[in-house]
T-cell receptor, first 111, second 115 residues
Framework: QKEVEQNSGPLSVPEGAIASLNCTYS??????FFWYRQYSGKSPELIMF????GDKEDGRFTAQLNKASQYVSLLIRDSQPSDSATYLC???????????FGKGTRLHILP | EPEVTQTPSHQVTQMGQEVILRCVPI?????FYWYRQILGQKVEFLVS????????KSEIFDDQFSVERPDGSNFTLKIRSTKLEDSAMYFC?????????????FGPGTRLLVL
């Protein structure tokens, strides 16, 4: 059974600070990893994707992947109130293109 | 910017009735997906579709479910005889290519309520 695990939160972070979101996955064959943001009642919106070990930066967002530890993280720098949402970690195995989602971590940015 | 669209945004139906949820994927995309999200739970894969046939389906996608691409633009999910537990948000997604590593773009969802 392929699983993606996340702490459900809520994670409360002061405005302007760094928010750190973590995720682990069970299937060592997973190759691609995604972070989606989901506002209440809305659809998932892609924030970042990462395939290679290490860090990938895009604006205020940095995704980190450690395949040996089966660990993915998302850092949000200079957190804004608009970043308050549920962040979904997802994993995809090559040639098996369904995405397995975690339950999501609720992030609350405190003004 | 191209986007996935879904209709209706909300659907209320009686248990045992058939519902059809509609999606228009991004025009140059070839791979299509349905996911569902029961309130407060995680997004779950239902089915993937390519070249007019199902590529993969989950254990949730039983005989009550079917998918179809009736024309060049629409992609539909049919639930033949709805159950209370089918109440959920249903998301359609599409991607340009399959085989892994492709970003899936999600539609806004259809909220289905079965009474």
């Amino acid at each position: 059974q392929k699983e993606v695990e996340q702490n459900s939160g809520p994670l409360s972070v002061p405005e302007g600070a760094i928010a750190s979101l973590n995720c682990t996955y069970s299937d060592r064959g997973s190759q691609s990893f995604f972070w989606y943001r989901q506002y209440s009642g809305k659809s998932p919106e892609l924030i970042m994707f990462i395939y290679s070990n290490g860090d990938k930066e895009d604006g205020r967002f940095t995704a980190q992947l450690n395949k040996a530890s089966q660990y993915v993280s998302l850092l949000i720098r200079d957190s804004q109130p608009s970043d308050s949402a549920t962040y979904l970690c997802a994993a995809e195995m090559n040639r098996d293109d369904k995405i397995i989602f975690g339950k999501g971590t609720r992030l609350h940015i405190l003004p | 910017e191209p986007e996935v669209t879904q209709t209706p945004s909300h659907q209320v139906t009686q248990m045992g009735q058939e519902v059809i949820l509609r999606c228009v994927p991004i025009s140059n995309h070839l791979y299509f997906y349905w996911y569902r999200q029961i309130l407060g739970q995680k997004v779950e894969f239902l089915v993937s579709f390519y070249n007019n046939e199902i590529s993969e389906k989950s254990e949730i996608f039983d005989d009550q479910f079917s998918v179809e691409r009736p024309d060049g633009s629409n992609f539909t999910l049919k639930i033949r005889s709805t159950k209370l537990e089918d109440s959920a948000m249903y998301f359609c997604a599409s991607t340009e290519q399959g085989g892994g590593g492709e970003t899936q773009y999600f539609g806004p969802g259809t909220r289905l309520l079965v009474l």
